[in-house]
């Protein structure tokens, strides 16, 4: 393909993809614009599939974390930009090598079995880009399912990996019918075919599946409180007055609960006397339970994140510590090395928790999520499978400022409540707080910006295929095709040597 045509390509696809994801939810262009890239990577060399795909990467991860740059700035202040464009870069990667690998699979045509493997490629480069100490799990494009009616029941199945398996096979698809040879066409048809009948017989299994009755009032004090003055010795009483004041408002409402978001308190109550008994004669006089987001201070230099839940006739009846740390943020990898640039002198030094556990409540056990922890679709399954009866999630998405980032992040609770089968009650300090049930559909809701209570009943959660199975099967099955599908491509070229599309030339 000439050098033009394929530039346009290369930025148009992943732009309109952006556009996918809030605020703008166009999820229509989710189901189209990784087409033309399946089939220009299809036909392209291997080494111009890479540095195309590379390409966009940078702009489909730049056009969609550019609200990144609100939250990093805290931490490197004028240094976001570049900070947003080197992650934007090493993110471009992964799409790389997703083209690289088509490009292998379909030796200048879309082939029949490029149709499957192009997906499957997608799908392991996805799951690689989400995992590990500097995985980043925003911008899968299974989580476009949160605004897709028909598509989200299917996260019940095989999670946010599933639904991403489902986007890119309808994308591989409709590229296969307008594009592919007469093998790819034909196979196009078929998976099409197949789609329709998993989503449908999915959907239909799923919507048989009746809630159970709520019967647990549950509330959420959205202080609103900016970052501004939260951390100001000078406004702290008034912030706790506020959040005192809410959890009396959610008490005569009948709330047994009250959830106070990420680092609500911003103090040491577990090492401040005073403050704890203040906050347990507020639990005691209200009759509920308060589970506070705040940080316990382990020595000088050394902090944890933390969720404590008060009874009201006990004091402290638990501790949830976070086990999943922002990079650069709450703690700087190789830390010995790049504390002694001044690019990262600002960063916090954070200590993780050991992993899930469970805060038992009004007879519920919460699996709790700070922040960070409800992107990681993996962990929120270790934590409902540890006992959790619903989840927990607070956090503090004032550090996203008020572009999409609060609304990608919501949207990673709704995946959540689906695939673990959980009510999820997510308080957030400046919004957006939302109370979940487990099919997805929100009880209560409280923007962003606005100071109020958010109060639901809450009740016992559904079974799902993905908390028993996981989806490793399904990265284990994409990996397995891609591997006989290179392995066949391998020996076409065996027979073809002379076919020259291995020397075609770059722009190709």
């Not at 346009?8 to 994801?21: G, I, K, T």
């Not at 999915?202 to 549950?218: F, K, M, N, S, T």
């Not at 960063?347 to 409800?374: D, M």
Request: with cysteine.
């Amino acid at each position: 393909m000439p050098l033009i045509p394929m530039l346009l390509l290369s930025v148009a696809c992943p732009l309109a993809l952006a556009l996918s994801f809030p605020k703008a939810n166009l999820s229509v262009f989710a189901f189209v614009g990784l087409a033309p890239l399946f089939w220009s990577w299809s036909r392209a060399s291997w080494r111009a599939a890479f540095w195309w795909g590379w390409l966009c990467g940078c702009v489909f991860f730049g056009s969609t974390l550019y609200w990144m740059t609100n939250s990093i700035g805290d931490f490197i202040g004028g240094w976001s930009v570049l900070a947003l464009i080197l992650l934007a870069g090493f993110q471009g990667f992964s799409i790389g090598v997703a083209a690289l690998l088509t490009s292998l699979c379909g030796r200048g045509r879309l082939r029949a079995l490029t149709v499957i493997a192009a997906p499957a490629a997608w799908l392991l480069v996805e799951t690689s880009r989400t995992r590990g100490a500097l995985g980043q799990p925003f911008a899968q494009i299974g989580l476009v399912a949160a605004h897709v009616p028909w598509l989200l029941p299917m996260a019940a199945f095989a999670g946010v990996y599933g639904l991403t398996t489902i986007v890119a096979l309808f994308n591989s698809a409709l590229a296969g019918i307008i594009w592919g040879s007469f093998g790819g066409r034909r196979a196009a048809v078929a998976v099409l075919i197949a789609l329709v009948a998993a989503v449908a017989i999915g959907d239909a299994a799923r919507a048989r599946i009746a809630v159970p009755p709520p019967h647990l009032r549950v509330a959420i004090a959205q202080g609103d409180v900016s970052q501004r003055v939260k951390w100001s010795p000078a406004a702290f009483e008034r912030s706790l007055q506020t959040y005192a004041t809410l959890t009396r408002s959610a008490a005569q409402q009948g709330a047994a609960i009250v959830v106070w978001p990420e680092t609500a308190i911003t103090a040491f109550p577990l090492e401040d006397a005073s403050l704890l008994n203040e906050l347990q004669s507020l639990a005691a006089s209200t009759r509920t339970w308060i589970l506070a987001g705040t940080v316990d201070r382990l020595k000088p230099d050394a902090y944890q994140n933390v969720v404590i839940a008060l009874s009201p006739q006990r004091g402290i009846a638990g501790i949830y510590r976070k086990h999943l740390l922002v990079p650069f943020a709450e703690y700087l990898p190789l830390d010995a090395y790049l504390r002694r640039l001044p690019l990262f002198d600002r960063a916090s030094q954070f200590v993780p928790g050991e992993g899930p556990k469970i805060i038992n409540a009004a007879g519920a056990g919460f699996g709790t999520l700070i922040c960070y922890e409800s992107a990681f679709a993996p962990y929120a399954r270790r934590t409902v499978n540890a006992g959790a009866y619903a989840l927990l999630v607070v956090t503090d998405d004032a550090w996203f400022g008020q572009g999409a980032g609060p609304y990608q992040h919501l949207d990673m609770s709704v995946i959540d409540a689906v695939q673990t089968g959980r009510w999820v009650v997510r308080g957030a300090d400046t919004g957006i707080s939302e109370i979940v049930d487990p099919k997805g559909k929100p009880a209560a809701v409280l923007g962003l910006d606005r100071a109020g209570v958010v109060i639901a009943d809450i009740g016992a959660p559904l079974s799902t295929p993905y908390l028993r199975w996981g989806s490793f099967w399904l990265v284990m099955l994409a990996g397995a095709v891609l591997l006989l599908t290179l392995a066949a491509a391998a020996r076409a070229e065996k027979r073809s040597p002379t076919s020259g599309w291995r020397s075609r030339r770059s722009g190709s």
